[in-house]
């Protein structure tokens, strides 16, 4: 979130998309409501389903699944058509001014960008997705946006093919409920009024989900929308801590952070510094990431302690480095979906599954067990057994014809305790990183997570000990300072992610100063030095526990400005904001867009309001000349034109999901995302196509009622929805002779599942490129073990092995399936 | 959140006005069924707080909805409806379902167990399970449908608006567990001010006939709603105009008081024959003398 959840009753107009707030954020959408209570907010809903938010919201637009890009461009079309931006916003918080290499282009008729290699069906030459640039490396700018190759006239251009009729045509809504949605999100492009945009899976499980991302974020950036009170582009996370594994390096392309994993062909600290340290793109430019030797060094302080010195790069030999796939010559992919796809070729002897079901996750379980079935061993720690833990078992392993004895994994399940059994921290989606406390013991044997990763590695570390091995020196230099080694308490934990002085740190402009003395904790980033003085975890986290304390205890109900900032309520990484990027809350003199909502504010030669996201002591003149508001980025503005750091493009293009029940009507030869992840390496890599019937468009989700796959054990969440259930429009049941409460089976390509049908109102057909087309969605919570109805209602089995090009996420929403009564 | 003490107003069956009676403040729960999002935490509150264990293998509903009525063990149910409306605009109405609080309570009216039902003084209406003897004439004397059987221990009962929490001065489960403030819980002129100020919202957003329900006919509920369609509360699974039944009243009512007068006159009537003609003697032909 660029925002948090408390902020949301600042807004005008809520838009939920891509996301089903009140059914998977139940509790965060009371700030909804009280935005519509307190402020007439409008709640907006656009969705496959007419869902629990629908039934609450003020307008509903039924679209069709995996086609949110068309609708998002038709928004930007028509805010552009009608003059409703903030022009000074996107003159000196947006990239609009900037000029874009000649020889950027975009076939319109064959829908790919220049450097496309038809014959490679890849960019081969993304060089002209950049800026032009002067002789001192700036980018040229054109403050007037009149230049033909400003980012603006581009913007104007590319999305001009979005009229409403189109996006109609597209999305199977009707014109008049798009420009009604149109008409009330783009009303808050004037000063006073901002939007918020909720969005969660329903967006990131797409093909082209992180261009869905952008073509939301530059509507708000239009809007003028984004570091203002009630505005943002919001991502609503699915699990309570799924934030704090993000920051904290969960991902296989980066380390705690946000930090660039080490890759083989960086093989010195310097290199390493070189390739991933950007330079300004702007004369004034902060370009934060300048700092990267100080965030990376003093996190190798953390890793290896000691054994990090000046004089061996600080341990950067030691650190993990992504290595080279010899094919590509690109560092290798690890990411989910890859996992699998290497395990199930053989390249994987164990897994160690913590906290996660795969079986069930999917993308298509079959593949998931037919990878699983080849390993040596497997660990898996969880709270109960998973379908993971127990995929050797008959009525798993014969979806993949297979036989117990064919499976020669061994398999490890560890309880593990669960969330209310240990203490430790939650970071919000609103990144507000709250401490919680422990309510009871766990059960039995059940142990908490540090322990059980503790355990793990003192007894690996004492095997290298004894026995030596290929390359011992990362495990035994590891800085395993706790006190309780075998299990070290999270207050420890959380101490040494914010970091801490090693020796007494001297003031950077007056050496006879003193900044922090060893041993103080860090309170600011730029107290962190890259010569080895400070040791921290994860740099974005400095402030959470300073010399005053564990600040994610902080339970403070105050909020003095009634904006809901709650600044002594836990700690809300960065600085503690509460809203990022929160410059733009203010034009280009330092005056508040909306007096009545000021988040900060120029006053008697500093900033005040919120932590600001800008130089401290910046005039607000500054913006006009190169320092932006946008610190992280080397442009210092925000990237309306993305220069060449996504896969699939500088804009966002609408792309059909790779099945699809109609063909692209804006360029049907390329007609999916032409660099989306197709695996093809096994029989389970398998796309259907409506010529073999597969013709209904289905979608997954989750419900209200369940958590994932573990309330399938809790008996009154097994009350609340005890079944696996397909929903199906009224008017699809009757065609196929369904009626409510039928048995159906569900086929795709790549499997089948049966369940009852629940024929609704709720999603009915839409017309699309002149032919009728049918949807129908299933909940995802179901499986083969736990209480309840289970019978192998997994909606994963049906799930396609197709990824989005930037982040890997598996396309679970939009898929082809075929319908039958059971 | 008022601190009320149970006083009793009235109890089932009693043939003596209720004891210790004093002024309490009437409490109430208002249900704004606008902002309610189904997410059914009220309904495994009550559960839970009540100790119900709950129906894993409950049927197929065909819909969102829990459990297809209510139930012994289950007290409280969100109704989920699908509703087309005639300018083509589609509702999905998530409606709280559970006993009303009846100011004129049909089922105490109607329960001939002493002390199974109580009315408090503020309003509540409770079952107390050890005096109830399962003969099922709360059932048919409630309006609202609410109260249910429990075939295992044969005896009947219903939400208590959470009774032994009201009396602690907490709220009842529902209400703490709801996240959008779709339930609130006060004293009822503070909650019908609170709910006729989401009835005005609710106009200018485009429902022109959202209006209270505090159906008179029950003399009023200690539970009321806020519906966006008031002219229609039979979408929301309410009855559209909820009255305590006639037979119900005139057998509770002058039924009751001409029973008691045909008791009371005939025993008048021989008491006042004693003292006119003295006692009745046998006359000789019939001692067989």
Not at chain 1, 493 to 516: C, F
Request: aromatic share 12%; glycine share 8%; hydrophobic share 35%.
């Amino acid at each position: 979130m660029t925002n948090g959840w408390t902020d949301i009753a600042n807004a005008d107009v809520i838009v939920a998309m891509g996301g089903n707030p009140a059914e998977n954020h139940p509790v965060g959408f009371r700030f909804v409501m009280e935005a519509k209570r307190k402020r007439n907010a409008k709640l907006v809903c656009v969705d496959p389903r007419f869902n629990r938010t629908a039934a609450v919201a003020d307008h509903f637009v039924q679209i069709r699944t995996g086609t949110d890009i068309a609708f998002l461009n038709g928004l930007i079309h028509y805010a552009l058509q009608n003059g409703r931006y903030n022009e000074e916003y996107i003159k000196y918080y947006t990239n609009a001014p900037f000029i874009v290499k000649e020889g950027y282009e975009f076939d319109e008729k064959e829908g790919v960008f220049s450097g496309w290699d038809e014959s490679k069906k890849t960019y081969g030459d993304k060089s002209t997705w950049d800026y032009e640039r002067d002789d001192q490396g700036y980018v040229k700018v054109d403050l007037t946006l009149q230049h033909p190759r400003c980012v603006f006239q581009l913007m104007k251009k590319f999305f001009a093919r979005y009229t409403p009729e189109v996006v109609a045509q597209i999305c199977g809504c009707s014109k008049e409920d798009f420009l009604k949605a149109a008409d009330i999100i783009t009303s808050t492009y004037v000063p006073a009024k901002a939007a918020t945009f909720l969005y969660a899976l329903g967006w990131t499980h797409h093909s082209h989900s992180v261009q869905l991302i952008h073509a939301a974020a530059m509507l708000q950036l239009l809007l003028g929308n984004v570091g203002v009170a009630g505005g943002g582009v919001n991502a609503l996370r699915g699990h309570a801590n799924i934030q704090g594994g993000t920051d904290c390096g969960m991902a296989y392309h980066n380390t705690a952070g946000y930090i660039p994993i080490p890759k083989a062909a960086n093989q010195s600290l310097k290199e390493y510094l070189e390739a991933h340290t950007p330079k300004p793109l702007r004369p004034n430019s902060m370009n934060f990431w300048q700092n990267l030797d100080r965030f990376f060094v003093s996190q190798l302080k953390a890793f290896y302690g000691d054994h990090a010195t000046k004089d061996n790069d600080f341990g950067y030999h030691l650190h993990p480095k992504l290595p080279e796939d010899p094919q590509t010559g690109k560092p290798e992919n690890w990411s989910w979906a890859f996992i699998f796809d290497a395990m199930h070729q053989g390249k994987m002897e164990g897994f160690i599954s913590f906290g996660m079901n795969p079986v069930n996750n999917g993308p298509h379980s079959r593949k998931v067990i037919a990878a699983l079935a080849k390993l040596k061993w497997l660990v898996v720690v969880e709270t109960f057994q998973t379908e993971t833990a127990a995929f050797w078992k008959p009525d798993i392993l014969k979806l993949v014809g297979l036989k117990p004895e064919d499976v020669q994994t061994e398999v490890f399940l560890l309880p593990a305790a669960n969330f209310a059994e240990k203490d430790g921290t939650f970071t919000n989606s609103g990144r507000w990183i709250q401490w919680k406390w422990k309510a009871i013991d766990p059960p039995g044997e059940a142990k908490p997570d540090q322990e059980i990763i503790a355990r793990l590695f003192l007894k690996v570390r004492e095997l290298y000990q004894k026995e030596g091995g290929k390359f011992p020196d990362p495990v035994l230099a590891l800085n395993w300072w706790y006190t309780n080694p075998a299990n070290p308490s999270l207050e420890e934990v959380l101490k040494e992610i914010n970091g801490w002085a090693l020796t007494d740190v001297p003031d950077e402009k007056d050496p006879t100063k003193v900044v922090l003395k060893a041993g103080d904790q860090l309170s600011a980033f730029l107290q962190l030095r890259a010569d080895g003085s400070t040791l921290s975890g994860n740099w974005l986290y400095i402030g959470v526990y300073t010399n005053a304390g564990n600040l994610a205890k902080r339970r403070s109900t105050e909020d003095p400005t009634g904006l809901g900032f709650f600044h002594n309520w836990s700690f809300n990484w960065p600085a503690n904001r509460r809203i990022m990027y929160n410059r733009c809350s203010a034009d280009a003199q330092g005056r508040p867009w909306d007096p009545n909502r000021p988040v900060i504010a120029w006053r008697n030669g500093k900033w005040v309001g919120d932590v600001p996201d800008y130089k401290a002591d910046a005039p607000p003149e500054a913006v006009t000349t190169g320092l932006g508001p946008f610190i992280m980025l080397p442009e210092g503005v925000a990237r309306l034109f993305v220069p060449g750091q996504f896969a699939d493009g500088p804009f966002p293009e609408f792309y059909e999901p790779l099945e699809s029940p109609v063909k692209n009507v804006l360029h049907p030869s390329h007609s999916s995302n032409p660099v989306a992840v197709v695996f093809q390496t096994t029989q389970y890599d398998k796309l259907g196509t409506p010529d073999e019937g597969y013709d209904i468009a289905c979608t997954t989700y989750r419900l209200t009622e369940h958590f994932h796959y573990w309330t399938k054990n809790n008996p009154y969440n097994v009350q609340l929805q005890n079944e696996f259930f397909v929903e199906i429009p009224e008017e699809l049941a009757q065609k196929k002779g369904i009626r409510n409460g039928d048995m159906v089976r569900v086929i795709s390509a790549r499997g089948e599942v049966r369940g009852r049908a629940m024929v609704t109102k709720r999603i009915r057909p839409m017309v699309v490129n002149g032919r009728t087309v049918y949807q129908i969605g299933m909940p995802i919570h179901w499986g083969f073990l736990g209480r309840g109805k289970q019978e192998g209602g997994l909606a994963n089995i049906l799930t396609p092995t197709v990824l989005d090009p930037n982040s890997f996420a598996p396309e679970y929403k939009g898929f082809l399936v075929k319908l039958e009564k059971a | 959140m008022p601190t009320v003490s149970l006083e009793v107003k009235a109890i089932s069956a009693a043939t003596t006005p209720a004891p210790g009676m004093k002024e309490a403040p009437r409490v109430a729960k208002l249900i704004d069924v606008s902002s309610c999002i189904g997410c059914k935490a009220c309904e495994v509150a009550c559960q839970e707080w009540n100790d119900l264990p709950p129906s894993v293998d409950r049927p197929f509903t065909g819909s969102y909805q829990t459990m297809p009525d209510l139930s012994w063990n289950f007290w409280q149910l969100i109704k989920f409806n699908e509703i087309l409306r005639g300018d083509g605009r589609l509702e999905w109405t998530m409606t709280k379902y559970q006993c009303m609080h009846c100011a004129d309570p049909g089922c105490l009216r109607a329960c001939p167990a002493p002390g199974a039902i109580v009315q408090y003084a503020n309003g509540i209406v409770d079952f107390v399970q050890e005096n109830c003897i399962g003969c099922g004439y709360c059932i048919t004397g409630c309006p609202f449908d609410v109260p249910r059987l429990n075939p295992q221990t044969g005896r009947v009962s219903k939400c208590t608006l959470c009774s032994d929490r009201v009396a602690a001065g907490l709220e009842p489960a529902c209400i703490k567990a709801c996240p959008t403030n779709c339930l609130s819980f006060g004293t009822k002129e503070k909650l019908l001010l609170i709910a006729h100020q989401r009835v005005e919202q609710l106009k200018e957003r485009g429902f022109p006939n959202a209006g209270v329900y505090d159906p008179p006919g029950v003399g009023g509920t200690h539970v009321i709603y806020v519906l966006p369609h008031a002219d229609r509360p039979e979408d929301y699974g309410l009855p559209k105009d909820p009255k305590v039944s006639w037979t119900l009243k005139l057998w509770k009512g002058p039924l009751k008081w001409l029973g008691h007068l045909i008791v009371f006159g005939g025993i008048l009537g021989a008491f006042v024959h004693y003292l006119r003609f003295g006692p009745h003697r046998a006359r000789e032909e019939d001692t067989g003398k």
